[in-house]
């Protein structure tokens, strides 16, 4: 009598937990796609955010040793799909808060700016997730109810990934028009000159070294690559 009074007082948390969840978190984004886990934590069952390793551990930390945590906090700056949040705020382990927004990426994904901003490749894939409630039982926290969904890293602005956009030879010049806002990588290479004006970044070659060459461009937490060759 006793687990099953204990059974049905957590398939009832779990259903309000569900329904909070929808209500809270539906004026910051569409939740129509996300799927809902109950995610355990490390003495309870132990499972993983998808196709991550970010679980739960004992702690109520949410922890990882490969993929990166965005903790959001409760507000978002922008809700579209294929656009990741700020990235200012992430690491391996965050505690577990709940009507509270998370991101989740892989690191080879990444790369920082000369800005100090960190931004992911366009067309990489990452996670929203957010966390509705506990999952109790006898008093304790065995895990918690989050909702989640895998999108592809996207901009409305920059080129597609790879874009090619010419060839130089010898001592030569070149130019292309940047997108409005956008930063991009300097080369270290004495070789190659770039320089910006009136938006456009002109690109000068000094008898180069035969091959591909890349220039990678950023606006807000999105950056794709750029190719030009030399022959």
């Known amino acids: 009598m006793k687990q099953t009074f204990i059974k049905t007082f957590v398939l009832i948390a779990i259903s309000l937990s569900l329904t909070a969840c929808e209500k809270d978190a539906d004026n910051d984004i569409d939740m129509q ?78 790369i920082k700016f000369p800005s100090g901003k960190t931004a992911i490749e366009m067309g990489a894939t990452f996670y929203k997730f957010y966390v509705c409630e506990a999952i109790p039982e006898n008093g304790t926290t065995k895990g918690a109810v989050v909702k989640y969904s895998k999108y592809t890293a996207s901009s409305d602005v920059l080129p597609p990934f790879n874009t090619f ?54 606006i807000g937490s999105v950056y794709t690559t750029i190719v030009f060759q030399v022959r």
Not at 35 to 42: G, H
Not at 98 to 104: G, Q
Not at 191 to 213: A, F, R, V
Request: charged residues 25%; proline residues 3%; negative net charge.
């Open 33 to 110: 796609s996300f799927a809902t886990l109950n995610m355990m934590n490390e003495q309870n069952g132990k499972n993983y955010l998808d196709k991550t390793d970010i679980f739960i551990d004992n702690a109520n930390n949410f922890s990882s040793e490969y993929w990166y945590i965005a903790d959001l906090d409760s507000k978002k700056d922008d809700t579209r799909s294929g656009v990741p949040f700020d990235m200012t705020n992430i690491g391996r382990h965050f505690a577990v808060q709940y009507n509270h927004w998370y991101e989740a990426y892989k690191p080879s994904d990444l």
């Open 165 to 218: 956009i010419g060839t130089l030879e010898g001592y030569d010049t070149m130019e292309y028009t940047l997108p409005d806002g956008v930063e991009y990588t300097r080369f270290n290479d004495n070789k190659i000159k770039m320089s910006e004006n009136d938006g456009k970044l002109k690109i000068e070659t000094q008898n180069c070294p035969n091959g591909d060459y890349a220039i990678d461009l950023r």
